[in-house]
């Protein structure tokens, strides 16, 4: 080959060398356009992906109300922790602020919906954040939930489901149920219904109100650890209780008593929480005060006016308290005409045939030890419920003396007043009335006055430090329209065989019926009738006022169903200047201080209280839990417990 062509073959490659190069880098340069837009096309993908999803936390918000209320949101993303029969729960990923919950109610009732997801799903949906209350319970709060889901994708399945542990993650406030119960009586203060939850729609305070921490779990899958029932089941089969942690107010049997606080604001113990129908459709098992039971785990929901916890399945009782109700240790003095022993019993709507009376007079003979008088209360007419215009109670009161004598041996006298037929409150058709029972042996109605009637006004007469009454017994300021539609106080002068004096006033109060719970909207809750049980204790304070005027050393028991805590001040006001409490001068202990279980609390509807001449000489006093202690609901045969005390009188 020559020199040329050896020249021209160089040329050729360098030229084959050179156009390689040129369309590598074209390659080169094409291949990073196009990589530069598809870079850009996945950063605008994450982007709208991220400006488009909601998180549970941003729906739940810090405040009671939802600030997405009424949006439409996308990709809300979730496990799923629970199903209901009307849709199911998701947790959202965990915020560092505790007021925000991470659970959401998706509502549906379609089953293509039920059937797409599954417990421990991790999905991703759309729908409409709504805030939702039966237009039927005005007083409910709103629950926050999620409607209409669509778009549902399921991301992956059998994720492990993990509750929050309360007394270890979280744990209730132990006092207080909301900022909004303002005034000296807390959730008892009046005015009631000044303020409600869903107009302030304050940002939450978890760690200090009961209501705010039960909110900022709203949704929630939780864990009660080592739970304690603190009353007998509803009849929906619900049941309140609190788990293994602090507590307040915690009495012998292991329920939660209403106290006062070391404020001095009452303590309506906002650590409890009631337990709803289980989600699997297992059944609650039935409870009692102090009942221990397996773990619950269960969703925090709002309804029916109180935060619950569904269970996913029904507990179990793994503890019972002991069911032996101790008699009282006070016993009648027979010979000592200073010393009076005293029982004060609701007896719940008695009629002459009803099923308890013999029960009840066994209480009296063998757990209160026949006192020297009872205060009784719901004594119903001798037709009992049957509307029929019968007034008289003689053949009711007539059988519980009797069967009182047969298991005793000790025959009571009665004395009571005839209400106007249908007048003073209770079961339709029952004339429910207060009435005494009395040992003759020990004491004896003062003479020289008539029996007052219904309607008649009894007054206060006599000299200084002799003070009488113009009808004994007789009715205390029946006219007055503060004692409409309820039981007029019943007031008897008493004297023993060597003539030392006694009054006594027996006393059932307007009932609550119409009152608000107390997780309502309303703050503080509606506590009905209020201004009428205030106005009925101001009548009887106004009563006791004139007897002591004319004696400052009388001997008076004021005793019965006050319908009423002694924690709400503004009622007992009136009376409180004027005797005292004997739970207070016996020092039994606050936690001990109740005669009635209802909801979360053991509380005092029914007190006695004692004149100064009384508290002076020192007293004895014992609560007899022979109803509220009942290992079942169905044992129990009234509502309220009795009590016993032991007085001087000189």
Not at 184 to 207: C, E, K, W, Y
Not at 210 to 227: A, C, H, N, R, Y
Not at 559 to 567: I, K, L, M, P, S
Not at 634 to 646: A, F, I, L, T
Request: proline share 7%; net charge negative; hydrophobic share 35%.
């Amino acid at each position: 080959m020559s020199r040329l062509e050896d020249f021209g073959t160089v040329a050729c490659a360098q030229d084959v060398i050179q156009w390689t190069i040129t369309s590598s880098r074209a390659v080169f340069t094409a291949v990073e356009a196009i990589m530069a837009r598809l870079s850009s096309l996945m950063f605008w993908t994450t982007y709208v992906a991220v400006v488009s999803s909601t998180s549970v936390t941003d729906i739940q918000g810090i405040a009671w109300l939802s600030p997405l209320a009424s949006q439409t949101v996308q990709n809300v993303t979730g496990l799923v922790t629970a199903k209901a029969s009307n849709g199911f729960y998701i947790a959202g990923e965990k915020s560092d602020d505790i007021r925000a919950s991470n659970g959401l109610f998706i509502f549906s009732s379609s089953s293509s919906v039920l059937k797409s997801v599954s417990v421990g799903d991790s999905i991703s949906l759309s729908g409409k954040v709504s805030e939702f209350r039966s237009s039927s319970s005005p007083n409910n709060l709103f629950t926050t939930e999620l409607d209409s889901p669509t778009n549902i994708t399921v991301l992956s399945s059998n994720n492990t489901v993990t509750p929050v542990v309360l007394g270890k993650d979280r744990s209730p406030p132990t006092q207080q149920f909301s900022a909004l119960d303002v005034g000296p009586d807390g959730f008892l203060s009046v005015p009631n219904n000044s303020s409600r939850i869903d107009s302030v729609n304050a940002t939450l305070q978890p760690d200090k109100f009961g209501m705010d921490f039960w909110e900022s779990l709203e949704g929630q899958l939780v864990t009660i650890p080592k739970p304690i029932a603190t009353a007998f089941q509803n009849s929906f089969g619900e049941f309140w209780v609190y788990g293994d942690w602090n507590t307040t107010g915690k009495n012998s049997r292991g329920g939660l008593s209403i106290t006062f606080g070391p404020d001095g604001i009452p303590d309506g113990n906002p650590e409890t929480v009631i337990i709803g129908s289980p989600l699997d459709k297992t059944k609650n098992p039935q409870t009692a005060v102090g009942i221990g039971l397996t773990d619950i785990t269960g969703i925090v929901v709002y309804q029916f006016g109180f935060f619950y916890v569904l269970p996913l399945t029904a507990p179990t009782i793994i503890s019972t308290p002991d069911p032996t109700i101790p008699a009282s240790s006070i016993k009648p003095v027979p010979n000592d005409f200073c010393t009076v022993t005293f029982g004060d019993y609701n007896v719940e709507n008695m009629a002459p045939t009803s099923s308890h009376l013999p029960t009840v007079a066994g209480h009296i003979s063998h757990l209160l030890n026949t006192p020297d008088i009872m205060f009784l209360q719901e004594i119903q007419d001798n037709s009992g419920p049957t509307d029929d215009g019968t007034v008289d109670a003689n053949v009711t009161l007539t059988n519980l003396v009797n069967a009182i004598a047969q298991i005793s041996n000790v025959t009571y006298q009665f004395a009571s007043i005839n209400p106007v037929n249908d007048q003073d409150g209770g079961q339709p058709g029952g004339n429910i009335r207060t009435a005494f029972l009395y040992r003759p042996e020990k004491l004896k109605l003062v003479g020289g006055s008539p029996v007052g009637g219904s309607l008649d006004v009894t007054g206060v007469t006599g000299g200084f430090l002799n003070p009488k009454l113009s009808f004994n017994p007789g009715r205390i300021d029946p006219l007055n329209g503060a004692w409409n539609s309820t039981r007029k106080p019943l007031i008897a002068h008493w004297e023993t065989k060597f003539g030392q004096n006694l009054f006594t006033i027996n006393v059932h109060l307007s009932s609550k019926d119409g009152s608000s719970s107390t997780q309502g909207d309303a703050r503080p809750p509606v506590n009905s009738p209020i201004d009428a049980r205030t106005a009925q204790v101001t009548s009887i304070a106004t009563f006791v006022e004139s007897l002591l005027h004319k004696n400052p050393l009388a001997n008076i028991v004021l005793a019965g169903d006050f319908n009423e805590y002694v924690q709400t001040r503004s009622v007992y006001k009136p009376i409180t200047s004027l005797l005292t409490e004997i739970d207070e001068v016996a020092k039994i202990p606050v936690v001990e201080r109740y005669s009635y279980v209802f909801d979360q609390n053991s509380q005092q509807l029914d007190h006695a209280l004692v004149s100064l001449a009384i508290k002076l000489r020192g007293v004895e006093f014992e609560h007899v839990h022979v109803n509220n202690w009942s290992p079942s609901l169905s044992v129990r045969v009234s509502d309220h417990d009795p009590s016993v005390g032991r007085i001087r009188i000189c």
